[in-house]
């Protein structure tokens, strides 16, 4: 059995005329003799009917007074609204189809609600279900604990469950249909010249997802890697091919001077809080230990880190930060806090020891008169922090220093 896993997104099916796309992409793939899991996300975006955003809404009414379980079981609707409406127009085309929940699928999670990791996938009755169907469609971002109780896999998190169905299945490839043309330099959104990029590797793009470029879910490029597993990252609404993500090795013969490039892109992640604690009086040898260990007793999720002997700049997300002040007040220290900052990141597996990326990065910002907060590198990312109002243009003009476009 030839399979294909195919992932759409929530503005790929928003509209009717969305929808007509899907179903062109699903018909063109069973004549390619496919048999297809089609993962879905619930359609639309905030505002829209159904979308995840707006059943969110529901309960933002009340203060979002809900457990967390029971958030996860309401959030679990969009979904399966999307595929139940989905196996409908499939079946008004003939296309033999039938919809299995994440449960029903097979996704085995923890019980982290709102953020499940996925312990097992057992993907025998979807085996089953497409020696009868054509197409299963399965509601992405979605699966239940050892108790039975649904769970969702975190934000964007359909990603995820369609490469870990990929790799259950052994499918040929996971084709992830979204509202842009593939993976592109930077957001499109924010950066109007960026650039398709024909291949990635599984390395550049999960930097890149990992620093905000949000076109896949991290989780999901981890597992595509793990298991080897092609993923393709294209438009719903065009013939594009897309982005493959593969090793290099899958693309050195086609694409030339890819694996030469220095830089992949730029991303962005926004709305942080740059936190600067410093010991009152000299050394304090357990400072940093203080800081980390109450930030992670309290499940707050601590990025941008500079730990100095006297003390520690790090970031949390704007969210986060009235708590983690208030924690690191009852230690009885006396925090800064700079809240609307982002995050801007240069991204490029070949950036390792190529002298004078950083003399770019900040000429680039320095030209723009954009202050830099702070800065980190890693053999793959330089990051820089940046007030929020200065993001875009320290995008484009991170973008243009590194002629991208091109
Ligand atoms: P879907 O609902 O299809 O999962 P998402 O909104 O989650 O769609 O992801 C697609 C969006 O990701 C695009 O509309 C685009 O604005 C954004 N994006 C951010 N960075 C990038 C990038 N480097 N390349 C492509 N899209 C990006
Ligand atoms: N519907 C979920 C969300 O909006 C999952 C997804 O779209 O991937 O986060
Ligand atoms: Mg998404």
């Known amino acids: 059995m030839r399979i294909l896993v195919q992932k759409f997104g929530g503005t790929s099916l928003s509209s009717e005329k969305a929808r007509e796309h899907v179903v062109r992409h699903i018909k063109r793939e069973l004549d390619q003799n496919y048999k297809l899991v089609v993962v879905v996300s619930a359609m639309g975006r905030k505002g829209d009917p159904y979308a995840t955003d707006t059943l969110l809404d529901l309960v933002a009414q009340n203060g979002n007074a809900i457990p967390p379980r029971e958030r996860d079981l309401l959030l679990c609707c969009g979904e399966i609204i999307s595929a139940a409406t989905l196996c409908s ?3 008004h085309e003939l296309i033999s189809s039938t919809v299995l929940t994440g449960a029903q699928a097979g996704f085995l ?17 979807i085996i089953r279900e497409l020696e009868y169907n054509d197409v299963v469609i399965v509601t992405g971002f979605q699966g239940q604990t050892e108790k039975g109780d649904f769970t969702t896999l975190g934000r964007g998190g359909s990603d995820t469950s369609a490469t870990a169905l990929g790799a259950a299945l052994h499918a040929e490839m996971v ?5 842009v043309e593939g993976v592109l330099t930077a957001d499109p959104r924010i950066v109007e010249d960026a650039k398709p990029l024909a291949y990635v590797s599984y390395t550049e793009i999960s930097n890149m997802a990992h620093q905000g470029a ?30 493959l993500i593969t090793q290099p090795e899958g693309f050195k013969d086609v694409q030339t001077g890819i694996i030469d490039r220095f830089v992949t892109g730029v991303a962005y992640v926004s709305n942080v809080t740059q936190i600067t604690v410093e010991s009152q009086d000299g050394e ?13 007793e309290n499940d707050i999720s601590v990025d941008f880190i500079n730990v100095t002997p006297t003390g520690a700049v790090y970031t949390v997300f704007d969210s986060d930060s009235e708590k983690a002040i208030s924690i690191l007040q009852q230690l009885g220290f006396k925090p800064k806090s700079l809240s609307g900052c982002a995050k801007v990141s240069v991204i490029g597996g070949g950036i390792n020891g190529v002298p004078g990326i950083m003399a770019k990065i900040v000429e680039a910002l320095t030209e723009q008169d954009i202050q830099i907060l702070q800065s980190a590198d890693s053999n793959t990312t330089i990051w820089v922090l ?21």
């Not at 923890?110 to 499940?116: C, F, P, S």
């Not at 304090?284 to 992670?296: E, I, S, T």
């Open 89 to 91: 127009i499939l079946q």
């Open 284 to 296: 304090d040898h357990h400072l940093q230990l203080k800081v980390f260990k109450a930030m992670a």
């Open 175 to 179: 084709d992830i249909y979204t509202d």
């Open 214 to 243: 949000k076109v896949i879910h991290p989780r999901a490029v981890e597992i595509a890697m793990q298991s080897q597993i092609p993923v393709r990252v294209r438009s719903t609404f065009t013939e594009s091919e897309g982005t």
């Open 109 to 125: 999670t923890d019980d982290h609600y709102g953020n499940a990791r996925i312990l097992n996938v057992d993907p025998s009755r």
């Open 386 to 406: 940046v007030k929020k109002e200065d993001m875009v243009q320290a995008l484009r003009a991170l973008h243009a220093k590194f002629e991208l476009h091109r």
